[in-house]
């Protein structure tokens, strides 16, 4: 397997010496800067590239492998193949970094919102911080400061009772930071950063999209992408929903194995694949994360590895250390790299430790959330122990 890791560009405040010292090969990167929407220019990416790329005299090679991601814009989300000019502005991105030799692309379909938490530093008993979803706060923004038509219904009184408590607890200062952490979108989100109006918009014109119309969307999508990426030898990789349930009323349909199963029977292009998510995928009980990378072995091209923990009231959730929490990270990685083995050296997958805990000096510094340095370091330096006890080093 190759050890990768996500980087935001150069103004981030993670190096690529950084991420050479994390023991990092495989760059994960994206042109951030770019409007959703927009096509990617070649001259673009291979700016991207050859900041990634140029070695500096002495220091350790990086490859920009895997770009996540190339967003979609919501109009192909609630047209599917209609709507045409994004579609093809989607397909010209692909082509500019295909030029450059990535050959792994990460995408999601997620209504409106990408990844949702409620809170980014929420405190761990080793004074680490973590994100959280926590269901009652959700609840609390949902319900009191969106006011979404029609979702008192989708709550039970007791939970209703409850985020009301909630929302009357919280200050000021603290209403504004779960609004701006769900509207105006968590790095690297796909979708756009919103006001409470935009956003009631957003939500209003998904009106009578249902699970099967989405799916549909999603189908017509691949269907008109993946002849350029096989052209190319590219592959697509779909992430999951992060929480794998739907959200703000709006359906989501990457979240379980039969989802996955659905899209690969209507769609059985090679191209058609896989972003393995442990930490997306691992908050529902009824997801069997080994089974799921055993069933979809030959699909999966990147993994992000990560644990989460369920909370006792079956919907909220903490991110934990990589090796903690409710996924068997051991069992996963024997199915991955059984996996890696069938495939030729070119080939294997790329896996970056996903979010990490915010601790030692990254608690006194601007962190990009979900993405510190040191967090990360850990979980890669654990998944990379992991990967040689089973006699497999990652390159
Ligand atoms: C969050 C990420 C997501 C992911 C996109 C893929 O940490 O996993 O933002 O990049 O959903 O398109």
Same mark, same amino acid.
């Given at each position: ?73 919501? @109009?192909?989300?609630?047209? #599917?193949?209609? =709507? ?6 989607? %397909?010209?991105? *692909? &082509? !500019? $970094? ?104 957003? @939500?209003?014109?998904?009106? #009578?999209?249902? =699970? ?6 999603? %189908?017509?999508? *691949? &269907? !008109? $992408? ?170």
């Amino acid at each position: 397997m190759r050890q990768g890791w996500r980087w935001f560009g150069p103004d981030a405040p993670v190096t690529l010496d950084d991420v050479r010292q994390a023991g990092a090969t495989n760059v994960v990167s994206a042109l951030h800067q770019m409007p959703i929407g927009e096509a990617w220019t070649e001259k673009a990416a291979r700016e991207r590239q050859s900041l990634i790329e140029t070695t500096p005299a002495g220091r350790t090679p990086l490859k920009w492998s895997v770009v996540e991601s190339i967003p979609i814009p919501d @109009l192909v989300k609630r047209k #599917g193949g209609k =709507a045409k000019a994004e579609i093809e502005a989607w %397909i010209a991105s *692909l &082509e !500019a $970094v295909a030029a450059c030799g990535i050959k792994i692309i990460c995408y999601n379909f997620m209504p409106v919102v990408d990844w949702t938490r409620t809170e980014l530093d929420f405190v761990t008993p080793t004074g680490a911080t973590a994100m959280r979803f926590d269901h009652e706060r959700f609840a609390a923004f949902e319900l009191f400061v969106l006011k979404r038509p029609g979702a008192e219904k989708e709550y039970s009184q007791e939970d209703r009772e409850r985020s009301e408590a909630v929302f009357r607890s919280m200050p000021e200062e603290e209403i504004a930071e779960i609004t701006r952490i769900i509207t105006s979108a968590l790095p690297g989100s796909t979708t756009e950063p919103l006001t409470i109006p935009a956003f009631r918009e957003r @939500l209003a014109a998904y009106q #009578g999209i249902d =699970a099967a119309r989405l799916r549909q969307h999603l %189908i017509e999508f *691949l &269907e !008109a $992408v993946t002849p350029a990426a096989e052209a190319r030898g590219v592959k697509l990789t779909l992430h999951p929903d992060d929480p794998p349930r739907p959200l703000f009323g709006l359906p989501r349909i990457a979240s379980t194995e039969a989802d996955y199963a659905a899209l690969f029977d209507a769609v059985p292009s090679e191209a058609n694949g896989m972003c393995y998510c442990t930490g997306s995928l691992g908050v529902r009980a009824d997801n069997d994360l080994p089974k799921i990378a055993r069933r979809f072995a030959s699909r999966i091209h990147f993994a992000h590895l990560r644990a989460t923990t369920r909370e006792g009231d079956g919907r909220s959730f903490h991110e934990s250390a990589h090796l903690e929490g409710d996924v068997s990270m051991v069992d996963v990685l024997k199915e991955l790299v059984a996996e890696d083995r069938r495939r030729g050296l070119e080939d294997t997958i790329v896996f970056r430790s996903d979010h990490g805990h915010r601790m030692l000096d990254d608690l006194q510094k601007t962190v990009t959330p979900g993405y510190p340095a040191i967090g990360r370091l850990r979980g890669l330096a654990e998944l990379r122990g992991i990967l040689h006890a089973l006699g497999a080093p990652p390159t």
